[in-house]
């Protein structure tokens, strides 16, 4: 359950702020002035905007690379649509070529193989991967939401606190989408920290955002029910119970959080 909960986490922030040219087929790392492949390149791009043809570009940039294995891009696309066909096994093995051939060049090699780890459950995979998004793009905030993301399920809760507050100040003014998210997951951090004050105030920050999503409940009904226990606070505790009632899978609290639901109303 521990992976399962912050895998949800995962893809609130899943595509990434600062490369949608790249996304949007606009740019490569590894260039090619072969017109043939060039051709390839657009037909791939083209047949990905259908989904009933995503399996038609994967062969496409599986062609390319047939064609020229030095072309990073390729692999990559190939790793895109093959995860868009959920054949994640298959999309890792690509991505991990394709963040090989780019030299540490590319930020959405490393963050699309962080993510399809993530989805197979590869946790230390997607970390290094986090980890070197900080160190070759330090100025973008999404290695350090990342590393923040992978703490509760590596452990280290104190090092992912300070990398949610680093993510923030890079984030700068932050639309809706991207507070809400960071709001969630530095609350949930927090809580995992027994800082339950601080946590509340996170929580209701992305409120009206999460109120459905066990993630949310789980945390912010125990940081709740920590505060109203420490305050001999009745009305706080069924405030607290409240929100637990909300948790559609609670045999799915994670170990270590369960005994902590001790409500006495």
Not at 41 to 50: A, E, M, N, V
Not at 59 to 80: M, N
Not at 145 to 165: C, H, Q, R, S, W
Request: proline share 1%; with cysteine.
């Amino acid at each position: 359950m521990k992976k399962q909960v912050f895998l949800l986490i995962a893809f609130l922030i899943c595509n990434l702020i600062f490369a949608q040219n790249y996304m949007a087929g606009q740019k490569k790392y590894c260039e090619t002035n072969d017109a043939k492949i060039l051709e390839l390149y657009d037909l791939g791009f083209r047949s990905l905007q259908y989904k009933e043809y995503q399996n038609v570009s994967t062969r496409i940039f599986l062609d390319i690379v047939k064609k020229d294995s030095t072309l990073c891009d390729a692999y990559f696309w190939a790793g895109y649509t093959l995860r868009l066909q959920n054949k994640y096994d298959l999309a890792i093995g690509c991505y991990h070529i394709a963040d090989s051939l780019a030299n540490n060049k590319s930020i959405e090699f490393k963050q699309n193989l962080a993510m399809t780890g993530l989805m197979l459950g590869k946790v230390d995979l997607a970390r290094k991967k986090y980890s070197e998004m900080i160190t070759f793009f330090p100025d973008n905030p999404e290695g350090y939401y990342g590393f923040a993301l992978t703490a509760p399920m590596i452990g280290d809760v104190d090092k992912g606190l300070e990398n949610i507050k680093i993510s923030i100040e890079k984030y700068g003014k932050r639309n809706t989408e991207i507070k809400n998210q960071t709001e969630l997951l530095y609350g949930i951090l927090l809580t995992l920290n027994k800082k339950y004050v601080e946590a509340v105030f996170h929580f209701e920050e992305c409120a009206s955002k999460f109120k459905n999503d066990d993630n949310f409940n789980i945390h912010y009904s125990l940081s709740l029910l920590k505060i109203a226990q420490q305050n001999n606070d009745e009305n706080g505790e069924k405030k607290a119970l409240k929100i637990y009632n909300k948790i559609k899978n609670k045999e799915e609290i994670q170990e270590g959080l369960k005994e902590e639901f001790n409500f006495k109303t």
